[in-house]
């Protein structure tokens, strides 16, 4: 009898958060959601540097790095 090789499973986790999904449909669902959130009012964006530019054109200041 031959023995068994464990087989580490890959599983496609998110860029942003690094949270692991089943499979790539359930992450592409998850990508789509707004993971940055402006401190200063209600606004989700999609990338951080559309956050930045949010912060800098509504509220006037500089965004934090």
Known sequence: MAKKKNKQVIRP???YCEREFEDEK?????QKA????????????????GLAVH???????????
Request: charged share 25%.
């Open 55 to 65: 912060i800098q054109q509504v509220h006037k200041l500089e965004p934090e790095k």
């Open 26 to 30: 359930v992450l592409m669902q998850h």
């Open 34 to 49: 707004k993971h940055f959130k402006c401190n200063m009012c209600p606004r989700r964006l999609n990338t951080a540097g």
């Open 13 to 15: 986790w998110c860029w």
